[in-house]
């Protein structure tokens, strides 16, 4: 069983950043995925094994970068800029295989961090 635990959220001002870190099992594809209040899931970034590829949603590119530190098996999402509306509780999620976008094909969920940005 692969547990992953986010780390990171809080409480920010827009325009300033933030660094979302999960603990992340080695060899697996890593996506970051959000959930606003009243709306479905939403994907955020992917980043494959062992970090050579990655995708981004069009809202956060430039943004945001996604990277994996495989010696401390941890995966972070620094966010920069950021905009009330990126408001949510974000989620890291695992795969075998390739990366993808899809929400659906992710095996394992971490318990998500609030991210909130004040305008």
């Known amino acids: 069983q692969v547990r992953l635990v986010e780390s990171g959220g809080g409480l920010v001002q827009a325009g300033g950043s933030l660094r979302l870190s999960c603990a992340a099992p080695?060899?697996?594809?890593m996506g970051w995925f959000r959930q606003a209040p009243g709306k479905e899931r939403e994907f955020v970034a992917t980043i494959s094994w062992p970090g050579g590829t990655t995708y981004y949603a069009d809202s956060v590119k430039g943004r945001f970068t996604i990277s994996r530190d495989n010696a401390r098996n941890t995966v972070y999402l620094q966010m920069n800029s950021l905009k009330p509306e990126d408001t949510a509780v974000y989620y890291c999620?695992?795969?075998?295989?390739?990366?993808?976008?899809?929400?659906?094909?992710?095996?394992?969920w971490g318990q998500g961090t609030q991210v909130t940005v004040s305008s």
């Open positions: 080695g060899r697996y594809a």
């Open positions: 999620a695992a795969r075998r295989g390739i990366v993808t976008v899809t929400a659906l094909e992710y095996e394992y």
